[in-house]
């Protein structure tokens, strides 16, 4: 008898231990705190009327939004990104305290691995891209096996959290210089934010030159580039970011979080390993980062970036082709 009643105890608790602390209802994040709560209400009552709630939420600035799509979004959500990427999508979600790095802010709309020039939102296709594929080498995992429909709509789910969030930071730090929330300035910041994902749309970065068959020779000036060009600082002569910057572990990205120049060599590129993958994370930068646009450095010799391109994917194979790599010294982030 005893023993039945401390099984359901157990089971009581680790049931009531499995069960994800969903607030059923958006917040406002940490950084309202510093706010007055007469002016933390007023923050909340402006997202409130522009973005709804978390059980009728609007699609920013778009009155004709699909609200059954939307609510399938949110269900996606709820299910399968919320445990990393938190209910506000301020990438706090229960799992986040163990993960490195960490699961993305959108609040802030700054997003990695974008087809777009540097500094630019996303396009939506990147963050579908991203959904689908994972980011190797993280704990972002690959979507590939969800019904397209499914992932279109978590999708249209991240972009609301993100206008929600880019509205809220915004608001918030406009009421923390001028103590008050200016309701006028608020059609403006609303514009603003959408404005800068309509110019996504139309800023695909295209490759320079076209792209060459690869051949050993671009390796051979790809490697020159790698040595001369100012990668090595970063990432090491041979691509493994064996460097002091990186041995220090203090580098930061624009989150706030550890980050550090990516070991070529891993085989685990994050952006993905199709050359013009590369080729864009060359050309435009790594948005939130420490990693350069290259785009005016490289200007007088677009055929470079294809070299680079050609000896970042020949070293990200090394341990493939069997070549065994000395034990540096940088140790996995703690
Ligand atoms: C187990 C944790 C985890 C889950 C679950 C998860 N993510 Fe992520 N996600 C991450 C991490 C970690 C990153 C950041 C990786 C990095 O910075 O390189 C990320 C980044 C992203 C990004 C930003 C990419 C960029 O270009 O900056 C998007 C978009 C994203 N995730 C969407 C989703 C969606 C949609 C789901 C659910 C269908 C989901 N994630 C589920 C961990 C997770
Ligand atoms: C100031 C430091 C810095 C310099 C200089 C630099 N990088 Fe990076 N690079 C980084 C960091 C940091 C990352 C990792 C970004 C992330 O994913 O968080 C990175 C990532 C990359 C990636 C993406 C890897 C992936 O996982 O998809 C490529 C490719 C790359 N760098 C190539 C280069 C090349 C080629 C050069 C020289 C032309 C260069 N980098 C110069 C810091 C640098």
Redesign the pocket.
Same mark, same amino acid.
């Given at each position: 008898m005893w023993r039945w009643a401390s099984c359901l105890c157990l089971l009581i608790v680790l049931n009531a231990g499995c069960q994800r602390r969903d607030p059923g209802t958006w917040t406002l994040g940490n950084e309202a705190k510093k706010l007055t709560p007469e002016i933390q209400t007023k923050v909340a009552a402006v997202l409130e009327e522009r973005c709804g709630t978390l059980d009728a939420p609007k699609m920013l600035g778009d009155d004709k939004f699909d609200a059954n799509k939307l609510a399938l979004g949110r269900a &996606? /959500?709820t299910k +399968? =990104?919320v445990? =990393?990427?938190g209910t506000n999508g301020d %990438?706090q %979600?229960p !799992? !986040?305290a163990t993960?490195l #790095? @960490? #699961? +993305?802010d /959108?609040r802030r709309g &700054?997003? @990695?691995?974008?087809s777009t020039p540097y500094g630019f939102k #996303?396009r939506r296709d990147? *963050?579908v891209r991203? !959904?689908r594929k994972g $980011?190797p080498g993280?704990?972002?995992?690959a979507?590939n096996l *969800?019904p397209e429909k499914e *992932?279109q709509a !978590? $999708?249209d789910? &991240?972009i609301a959290l993100t206008h929600r969030g880019e509205l809220e930071l915004q608001v918030v730090n406009a009421a923390e210089a001028d103590d008050e929330v200016d309701l006028a300035a608020v059609p403006e910041t609303v514009s603003d934010i959408l404005a800068g994902w309509d110019r996504a749309d139309e800023a695909s970065v295209v490759a320079a030159t076209p792209q060459p068959k690869f051949k050993v020779d671009h390796i051979i000036a790809g490697k020159q580039a790698f040595l001369t060009r100012g990668c090595v600082k970063c990432h090491g002569e041979d691509g493994r970011g064996q460097t002091p910057d990186n041995l220090r572990g203090d580098l930061k990205?624009s989150w706030g979080h550890p980050t550090r120049a990516a070991d070529l060599t891993s085989g685990m590129l +994050?952006g993905g390993q199709e050359p013009m993958d590369v080729y864009r994370r060359i050309f435009a930068g790594i948005? %939130?980062t420490p990693m350069p646009a290259f785009q005016q450095a490289l200007a007088a010799e677009p055929e470079t970036i294809w070299n680079l391109v050609a000896y970042v994917l020949h070293v990200s194979s090394d341990r493939r082709r069997g070549k065994i790599l000395e034990a540096g010294s940088i140790a996995p982030f703690k």
């Open positions: &996606v /959500y +399968r =990104c445990q =990393c990427h %990438g %979600g !799992a !986040a993960l #790095p @960490k #699961p +993305r /959108y &700054v997003f @990695k691995f974008t #996303p990147d *963050l991203t !959904a $980011i993280t704990s972002m995992p979507f *969800l *992932l !978590a $999708i789910w &991240v990205d +994050r948005n %939130g």
